[in-house]
C-alpha cells in the first residue's frame, strides 16, 4: 500500500486542487491520498473563506482519502513553520511514502539545491540577509537578494537566474520549506513536485470577465466570490470548480459563507485595546517596534483593511502583518508556539473527515504511527499529555471563534468541536 501526502488549504477548493490530487496519485502510484489541512485559520493570517468541515467533505469528494488537521498555530505561521508542522504530521503517521507538492517550477531536483543552499545558511549568505534586513527590505525580498549576492561570490554550477526566480514564487518558497522540513526532521518522506497549470497564485477576479478559466487560483475565486451579489453570480465559477462545490456554494451563499477578516474585526479591536505596547510583544510574530506602530494608530472606529494599511511600512508586508494579528486574536503567544516545538512539533493527528472505503488507513496509523489520532474532541484528553492538550484547546477556541462569527453574520450555527462529527462519505 502506498501513500502520498499533500498539504492543502482549499481555500476554495477548485478544479486545479482536484488536478493536484490526481496527479498525486499518478507520479507515485500511490493507492491513497492523506491531506493535512488547514482548519479555519490559513496560512497568510486570514480566515478561511468557508468552515474546515465543508471544505473536508470537497476534498474527500475530489479523491482524498483522509484530512487531518494541521493544528492552528503552525496553520497560521510563517512558511517555515506552517511546513515543519505539516511534514512533522505527515511524518508521525509512519504510513506516508511521498510527500506531493504544486511549484511554479515543476523541478524537484532544483527545488532541493535551493532549499540545500538555505537550509546551509553560509556566513557570507548570512551576514548579506542581516545587511539588506537593516536596508528595510522585507525578509522575503533580503532573502531573494542575499542568495543571488551568495551565488555571484562563488563558482558554482547552479543556474542563478533559475534560483532566483524560485525565490519569488509562493508555491516554489513552500515547496523548499517542505524538502527543508523532511531534511530537518530526517525523514524518509520522499519529496515530488507538480508544476501549476495556468492560474498564477496571486491572479485576480476582474469584474469585467464573464467566467473564470477552468484553472483559476483560490484568490480569483475568492475575489468572485466576495463581489456577488447573489448566489446566481456564481456561475461564473462554474466551469473552475468540480459540480458538488459548485453546488455547494450555490446553497450556501449567505447562509454559512463567505467568512473575511471584517467579520472579526470587533474582537481584534477589542483584543488590542485592552493590550499595552509591552503585553503585545507576547504575541507570535509581534515586535517590540510592530507593537508600538500598532498602539500609535489603533482606532476603534477603523475597519481591518484601514487597520492593517496603516500598520504597513517598507519593511512590514500585509502578510506578516496579518499573521500577527490573527495571533492575537487566537491568543498564541511566543512562549506557547516555542513550547510547541520544543516537544516535537504536532503531537496529535486530528481527523475531520475519511471515506468510508479507507478507514483501515487509520487502522495501520494506529500499528506504525507514533501519535495518537484523534476522532472525538471529547476523548482527546485520555490520549493526550498536558503539552498537547494546550495545542488542541487553541484549535478548539479557533474554531469556536469562527462559528461564532459565522453565527453573528448568517444567523446560522455550527456545532461546537465536541459536538460536530467527523465528515464521513
Known amino acids: ?11 476554495p477548493f477548485h478544479n486545479g486542487h482536484k488536478y493536484h ?8 502510484g500511490a493507492d491513497y491520498c492523506i491531506a493535512v489541512m488547514s482548519g479555519n485559520f490559513v496560512q497568510r493570517g486570514a480566515p478561511a473563506i468557508i468552515d474546515k468541515y465543508n471544505r473536508t467533505r470537497m476534498a474527500l469528494n ?3 482519502d483522509l484530512v487531518l488537521e494541521l493544528p492552528t ?14 511534514v512533522s504530521l505527515l511524518n508521525k503517521l509512519g504510513v506516508v511514502d511521498y510527500l506531493c507538492f504544486g511549484s511554479e517550477w515543476g523541478d524537484i531536483e532544483l527545488l532541493k539545491v535551493a532549499a540545500n543552499l538555505i537550509a546551509e545558511e553560509a556566513d557570507c549568505y548570512k551576514e548579506l540577509l542581516i545587511s539588506y534586513i537593516k536596508e528595510g527590505l522585507t525578509y522575503p525580498a533580503a532573502r531573494a537578494k542575499a542568495m543571488e549576492g551568495y551565488l555571484n561570490s562563488h563558482n558554482n554550477t547552479y543556474d542563478r537566474d533559475a534560483i532566483n526566480q524560485l525565490l519569488s514564487e509562493p508555491n516554489n518558497i513552500l515547496g523548499i520549506e517542505y524538502i527543508k522540513a523532511i531534511n530537518r526532521i530526517s525523514s524518509d518522506i520522499i519529496p515530488v513536485t507538480i508544476q501549476r497549470k495556468s492560474a498564477h497564485y496571486h491572479d485576480r477576479y476582474e469584474e469585467k470577465n464573464s467566467q473564470l478559466s477552468p484553472i483559476t487560483s483560490a484568490t480569483a475565486l475568492r475575489d468572485l466570490i466576495e463581489t456577488s451579489l447573489n448566489a446566481d453570480d456564481l456561475i461564473k465559477a462554474k466551469e473552475s470548480i468540480p459540480e458538488d462545490v459548485y453546488q455547494f456554494l450555490r446553497l450556501n451563499y449567505k447562509v454559512s459563507y463567505p467568512i473575511n477578516e471584517e467579520d472579526f474585526n470587533q474582537i ?19 515586535s517590540r517596534d510592530m507593537a508600538d506602530r500598532i498602539m500609535n494608530i489603533l482606532d476603534y472606529k477603523s475597519s481591518y483593511l484601514n487597520l492593517i494599511q496603516n500598520i504597513k511600512t517598507k519593511n512590514l508586508t500585509l502578510t506578516r502583518i496579518n499573521r500577527a494579528l490573527i495571533h492575537v486574536l487566537l491568543n498564541i503567544t511566543k512562549d506557547i508556539f516555542q513550547n510547541n516545538l520544543a516537544n516535537g512539533y504536532v503531537p496529535y493527528a486530528r481527523v475531520l473527515g475519511l471515506r468510508k472505503t479507507s478507514s483501515h488507513i487509520i487502522r495501520e496509523i494506529d500499528k506504525q504511527g507514533n501519535i495518537p489520532v484523534i476522532r472525538k474532541v471529547s476523548k482527546a484528553i485520555k490520549q493526550l499529555d498536558d503539552n498537547s492538550i494546550t495545542m488542541l484547546q487553541e484549535d478548539i477556541f479557533a474554531a469556536h471563534i469562527y462559528n461564532q462569527a459565522v453565527y453573528h453574520k448568517f ?15
Do not use: W
Open 1 to 11: 500500500m502506498k501513500i502520498v501526502g499533500i498539504i492543502t488549504e482549499y481555500n
Open 21 to 28: 490530487i490526481e496527479e498525486a496519485k499518478r507520479i507515485t
Open 62 to 64: 475530489n479523491g482524498v
Open 73 to 86: 498555530c503552525f496553520a497560521t505561521a510563517s512558511a517555515e513553520y506552517f511546513a515543519l508542522g505539516a
Open 268 to 286: 481584534l479591536i477589542y483584543k488590542l485595546l485592552s493590550e499595552s505596547n509591552e503585553s503585545l510583544t507576547r504575541y507570535l510574530d509581534i
Open 411 to 425: 444567523k446560522t450555527p455550527i456545532p461546537n468541536e465536541y459536538q460536530h462529527e467527523i465528515v464521513i462519505i
